[in-house]
């Protein structure tokens, strides 16, 4: 059994799959914030007293905390239950979940008013752009894609002014469908920026 789950947004998103890669158990909550007290209850819920053979967890970008609280949570009980740990993109389980074909561009709101873009295949899952991080304006003159889904759509179709933004967020039951090379990736938060706190120099 393999163990989804992501932070990075205003969701808590887990779900279970089985050998085959077939969704069988799922939980999806728009929450807002509380993921550190939802998320093992969630997890509790699904697994019915069981435990998976893998854990796969959402790294980012999104919030800084919510995806913070994910791989600490990934971490403790990859290593109680002796168990393989990977990332997935957040960017792209978003994406996986969208109704439309071809390109999709998953934007989501990022610190300081700016918003991570990031498109993607329907098809294959992959990326077809780098990710980046940018005011809105910036980020709707580097992204070609009419469908824009993600907490950040509304803003990035507005500076445009073109598109459609469908409101949406991440949900494990996708994950299976990104490629493996976006759901093994190393454990550890993708942020797209630099963190806004500097080391202090020694005198």
Known sequence: MILAFDTSSAACTAALFDGSGTCVARRDEVIGRGHSERLVPMIAELLEGGRPDSIIVGVGPGSFTGIRVGIAAANGLAIGWNVELHGMSSLALLAAGAPEQGEIAAAVIGGHGELFVQQFD????????????????????????????????????????????????????????????????????VYARAPDARAREAA
């Open 122 to 189: 329907s098809e294959s899952g992959n990326a077809t752009s780098e990710l980046i991080n940018a005011p809105p304006a910036a980020a709707a003159a580097a992204t070609r894609v009419g469908i824009v889904v993600g907490s950040g759509a509304r803003q990035l179709v507005e500076a445009r002014g073109w598109g459609n933004a469908r409101e949406g967020w991440p949900s494990a039951a996708n994950a299976m469908r990104l490629p493996p090379a976006l759901r093994s990736c190393p454990p550890k938060p």
